[in-house]
């Protein structure tokens, strides 16, 4: 079982950043792999970023080049740098988890956090 908390959404200006965290309980944090998805109003929840157990990493579209995941193991956190937010950035972002091999889609995540809400305002 593993719990995770997201921290750090706001309301921040086009064209700013914003440093997501999540903090996961449990000693086999490095055993997982990472994914932050966000959901905004009336969308259905996406994938954002994600990173495996071995530090691959991949992007959605929309966020590649502006968006950095990265995970501490020793800190059992994973995190995402937002920078050059945009507008359509706004959603809740959520944070989860998944011992699978597999890790690009959201339905082979098995553990997810409550949420941040990141608000881009112009």
């Known amino acids: 079982q593993v719990q995770l908390v997201e921290s750090g959404g706001g309301l921040v200006q086009a064209g700013g950043s914003l440093r997501l965290s999540c903090a996961a309980s449990?000693?086999?944090?490095?055993?997982?792999?990472m994914g932050w998805f966000r959901q905004a109003p009336g969308k259905e929840r996406e994938s954002v970023a994600a990173i495996s157990r071995g530090g691959s990493i991949n992007y959605a579209d929309s966020v590649q080049g502006r968006f950095t995941i990265s995970r501490d193991n020793a800190k059992n956190t994973v995190y995402l740098q937002m920078n050059s937010l945009k507008l359509e950035d706004t959603a809740v972002y959520h944070c989860a988890a998944t011992p699978r091999r597999s890790y690009l889609l959201r339905t082979e995540y098995e553990y997810w956090g409550q949420g941040t809400q990141v608000t881009g305002s112009s």
């Open positions: 449990g000693r086999t944090f490095s055993s997982y792999s």
